[in-house]
Each structure stands twice: as structure tokens, then as C-alpha cells.
């Protein structure tokens, strides 16, 4: 009989590859999520793989749990005394421990690396799996391989399971503080870098231009490579991609061949693009990140310019408010218009000290607006002849109000 596996947030970017990974494994797999994505939520459905809560007496072997849900594992233990429960990164870290693992990690970029070198050893007709924690345009999340081959997978070191994995090859991509929840400072995800770079089998890479990981790979000469990267953080990732894919697979990787990669869904995705409207999308969530994304949009849009940030966490917010004041306000001091949103908590208990007043307190020329005001004005600019361009940027669920109001107001305008 199949392992019958019931997965908790099934429609979360780490859960869906995950899911599908283990249903190409010989696994009978459903789940339950409270808010889907509905395109995820399809996906899944067209896969076989059945969206519903467990029923009443229902018995199945285990249940693996997102670890954004933040559910008690000793409450669900109990719920369910017949089932082996374990978050999302330990059922992973099992599968993993038996292919030979390519582990892309760090606190921002993890999705388009990956992607990219899954798209590159796709093109090449490469025996492999893969796992992507986002939509690419053009391929699966997913990718199934047999036992022993390699795998190329993104690694979440949020809940901290990335203690559980031993990767052959390590491409950490920076060491950005993000989720100080897990850890409390720089030292602390220094820990983290050293323990993984020790459990590393072959080599680990990483971007010279990082003080702390080149210090860590100081103690693992003959291990550890430092990669030249631009500044231009979409040829970083580039770089950091092709060098990740020469030492998995020991052979030359053209730039012709990272470049077929079409990208992700939330990675800088064009959500419209007509002669009086632009607007783009970003997951980007840590200040680096923003900051990073707001120059490449800066430099490749010149129209009247409205940036929309969410905030997402509550610990986040709190720990990043003047780091993100500071990059908001500098968009205002150019003349582009900031609205703020309210933060998206996901699965965090309200703080009314990491909420989004306490970056526009130290910002005084980004406006605080709700989510109805925001789709006024992006309405207000879809029926305005003038030229405008927008920027959804964050990782909450604001992205999705905005894509659905877009597609729906440009669809009609087309008829």
C-alpha cells in the first residue's frame, strides 16, 4: 500500500513542489489550505492530488505541516494519535538525504537561482530533479528523480530545519538577517552558515562580495569557492546560477543557457504593459531586497511612478521599520508616490509595534492606505489617458487584489 500523506497549507510555495514530488514518489497525497492560491490550488487538482481537510476518523500515515502555519505539533499529535506528524523541511531533508543534493540557500534569491539552474540542466537534457519554492513561467515546481541521482532544491532556513540537511553542493547566496524570529542576530545565522558549510559534502560557493560568508569559508578552504558577482542583483543571481550548475553536473555552462530561463511568477513579473500603463510585481520582503528591486524598476521605467509595499510579518516590520523608512522615503525624495499597506501577518499574532505606522512615523512623505484605496487609485490610473507605471512589491496577498483587478479592468477595455 502507498504512504497516504495529508499535507497542511498544501497550496504554499514550499508545500505544492513538495507534494508533488511526493505523489511522483509512489505517495497518495491530498491536503487542506485555509486561504489557497487558487492557480496553485488548480495545479494540484489537475495533478490528482485532492484539496480537502481530513475527515472524521479518517487514518493516514503522516502529516506534514507548512511551518507558516505555526501549528502546535504536540496538539496535532493528539488529534491525530495514528499519523507520524513533522513539518515541511523535515519531510523534505528525508527525501533529500537519499539524492545527491545541490542546496541553494540564503535569505533572498533562493527561487530564481534554483530556477535558473533547473532551467539550464532542463535544456541540457539532464537526468535530475528539482524543487522551486515559486511558479516558473515555463517549467514545474517540481521535478521527480530516483534515488541517488541529483537534485537541485532551495533550502527555507526560516524554522530552522535547514539544520537537517547535508547537501553535496552548497550555494549560499548572502547571509542577510530576515527571520529574526529564528535568529537573533548576525552571529546566530553565522552559526547557522558554519554548520552547513561543515555538513557539506563537496563544495559550497558563495559571492566574494559577502563580509560574513567570506569569513566563514576562510575555515573551509579547498571546500569553499568564491563567486565574482556584479552589483546588478539579477546578474548576480545569474553568475551565482551557472557556477551552482558547473559543480553539480562537472561540465561548462554557457550564458546562453542561464539565459533561456523565462522566470517566476512574483520575480519581477510584468503584470501589464500598455501604452499608458505599466505595472510589475515583486515578492521582495527584506530591505535589501526592496532596495534592490526598486533600482532595477527605477532604471527601467521613466513614467509617473507609484510604489505599493506591504510589509509582511509583524516581527519583520518591527525589526526592519527604519531600514524600510529610510529606502521608502528615498523613493518619495524622487518624486514617485509610496502607499503603505497595512502588514500582511500571515500566520503571526498582532503586534502594534510592527505594524506598517511605525515605518511611515519615521517617513513623512509615504502615505498609509488600505487595500480599497489602493484599487481606487490603480483603477483611477487604468482609465486615465496619462502614462502611469506601478509597483506591487512584497510578499503578502495584496499582489493577488492587484493581478485580479488588472487582468480584469484590461480584459474589458480589450472587448
Known amino acids: 500500500m502507498p504512504e497516504k500523506i495529508c499535507m497542511g497549507g498544501i497550496c504554499g510555495m514550499g508545500m505544492a513542489p513538495l507534494s508533488l514530488f511526493l ?25 490528482g492530488i485532492a484539496l480537502r481537510k481530513p475527515c472524521g ?16 505539533e504536540d496538539a496535532l499529535r493528539r488529534k491525530y ?32 537561482v534554483s530556477a535558473m539552474i533547473a532551467s539550464a540542466a532542463i535544456d541540457s537534457g539532464m537526468d535530475f530533479g528539482w524543487l522551486v519554492g515559486a511558479v516558473p513561467k515555463n517549467f514545474d515546481m517540481s521535478g521527480y528523480c530516483q534515488e541517488g541521482k541529483v537534485i537541485v532544491s532551495e533550502i527555507d532556513e526560516s524554522d530552522g530545519t535547514i539544520e537537517h540537511f547535508s547537501p553535496e553542493v552548497c550555494v549560499a547566496l548572502n547571509s542577510d538577517l530576515d527571520h529574526v524570529d529564528t535568529y537573533a542576530g548576525a552571529e546566530a545565522m553565522g552559526g ?32 569553499a569557492v568564491g563567486v565574482e558577482t556584479p552589483q546588478d542583483f539579477t546578474l548576480a543571481n545569474a553568475a551565482m546560477a551557472r557556477a551552482a550548475y558547473e559543480a553539480t553536473f562537472k ?11 523565462k522566470g517566476l511568477e512574483r520575480r519581477q513579473e510584468i503584470l501589464a504593459q500598455t501604452p499608458n ?8 520582503h527584506h530591505p535589501r531586497e526592496v532596495a534592490s528591486f526598486l533600482g532595477w524598476f527605477n532604471s527601467r521605467v521613466s513614467e509617473r511612478k507609484t510604489i505599493v509595499f506591504q510589509p509582511h510579518r509583524y516581527t519583520r516590520t518591527k525589526y526592519f521599520a527604519k531600514e524600510f523608512a529610510r529606502i521608502l522615503e528615498a523613493e518619495s525624495e524622487r518624486g514617485n ?22 515605518i511611515a512615523q519615521l517617513a513623512p512623505h509615504i502615505k498609509l492606505a488600505s487595500k480599497g484605496e489602493v484599487c481606487e487609485i490603480v483603477e483611477g490610473a487604468l482609465d486615465c489617458k496619462e502614462v502611469s507605471a506601478f509597483a506591487f512589491v512584497g510578499a503578502g496577498d495584496f499582489y493577488f487584489d492587484a493581478k485580479k483587478l488588472i487582468e480584469k479592468k484590461i480584459f474589458r477595455s480589450n472587448l
Open 192 to 223: 547557522m552558515f558554519r554548520r552547513l558549510f561543515a555538513r557539506t559534502t563537496s563544495t559550497v560557493l558563495y559571492p566574494k562580495s559577502d563580509v560574513l560568508l567570506d569569513k566563514i569559508a576562510q575555515d573551509f578552504k579547498g571546500k
Open 277 to 284: 500603463f505599466f505595472a510589475v510585481g515583486d515578492y521582495a
Open 81 to 112: 494519535p495514528f499519523a507520524e506528524v513533522e513539518r515541511r523541511g523535515l519531510a523534505w531533508a528525508k527525501l533529500c538525504s537519499k539524492r545527491r543534493l545541490t542546496a541553494v540557500v540564503g535569505s533572498h534569491g533562493k527561487s530564481t
Open 57 to 72: 476518523g479518517e487514518r493516514f500515515d503522516r502529516l506534514v505541516i507548512s511551518s507558516a502555519l505555526k501549528l502546535k
Open 251 to 261: 561540465i561548462p555552462c554557457s550564458a546562453k543557457a542561464i539565459d533561456k530561463f
Open 337 to 358: 508616490r509610496v502607499l503603505l499597506l497595512p502588514v500582511y501577518a500571515a500566520s503571526e499574532k498582532f503586534d502594534a509595534d510592527g505594524e506598517s505606522c511605525k
Open 23 to 47: 505523489k511522483a514518489d509512489g505517495c497518495d497525497i491530498f491536503g487542506y489550505d485555509d486561504a489557497p492560491n487558487a492557480n496553485v490550488a488548480n495545479m494540484l487538482s489537475e495533478r
